[in-house]
T-cell receptor
């Protein structure tokens, strides 16, 4: 399977716990994006990487959120001290604008987080 | 400022009848527009994209969309709905390294 993969697919945690999600992009894609989607809404941009550099962060990405892409391949998104409002689907996408000038983003299946 | 508006939150059609899902955009730059489909508890699948090469864009599963600059619209159509088309559809604009999404349209297909 050469698509974007995300793990875990589902995560249930208690308020105040830390959680970490992983995203593996399509192998040759140098850009990687994180989005958050709450129930009944469209996805909202959180942050993106070009190779290992984090180039943009949304104001939605509070201090409790941190994302890394240490070797320019997979990425992790950590949420510290989770709150019930963090419950959402976290989507990862990747793209390769040097080849695809429209910078088409391909999405993974998402990680659904439930904070109790 | 960039924004994407999907004019209908829900659309219901009968199987075999045409589908129209409406999308309007606002963009300071030349838009780069996409339609994605999302089935329950799944990620987003690309249906089609507009890249200024042609105003009528054909996508997968018989869907197509027409870019109309004068109307700032990028509506999605399909001549004949199938039960498997029932899903959530999102219009998006690539505005400077991030996608701005509309609120989505839930398409229901009645037998």
């Amino acid at each position: 399977d050469t698509g974007v993969s995300q793990n875990p697919r589902h995560k249930i945690t208690k308020r105040g716990q830390n959680v970490t999600f992983r995203c593996d992009p399509i192998s040759e894609h140098n850009r990687l994006y994180w989005y958050r989607q709450t129930l009944g809404q469209g996805p909202e941009f959180l942050t993106y990487f070009q190779n290992e550099a984090q180039l943009e962060k949304s104001r939605l990405l509070s201090d409790r959120f941190s994302a890394e892409r240490p070797k320019g391949s997979f990425s992790t998104l950590e949420i510290q001290r989770t709150e019930q409002g963090d419950s959402a689907m976290y989507l990862c996408a990747s793209s390769f604008p040097r080849v695809d000038l429209s910078d088409t983003q391909y999405f993974g299946p998402g990680t659904r987080l439930t904070v109790l | 400022a960039q924004s994407v508006t999907q004019l209908d939150s829900h659309v219901s059609v009968s199987e075999g009848t045409p589908v129209l899902l409406r999308c309007n955009y606002s963009s300071s730059y030349s838009p780069s527009l996409f339609w994605y489909v999302q089935h329950p508890n799944k990620g987003l699948q690309l249906l089609l994209k507009y890249t200024s090469a042609a105003t009528l864009v054909k996508g997968i599963n018989g869907f197509e969309a027409e870019f109309k600059k004068s109307e700032t619209s990028f509506h999605l159509t399909k001549p004949s709905a199938h039960m498997s088309d029932a899903a959530e559809y999102f219009c998006a604009n690539n505005a400077g390294n991030m996608l701005t999404f509309g609120g989505g349209t839930r398409l229901m297909v009645k037998p």
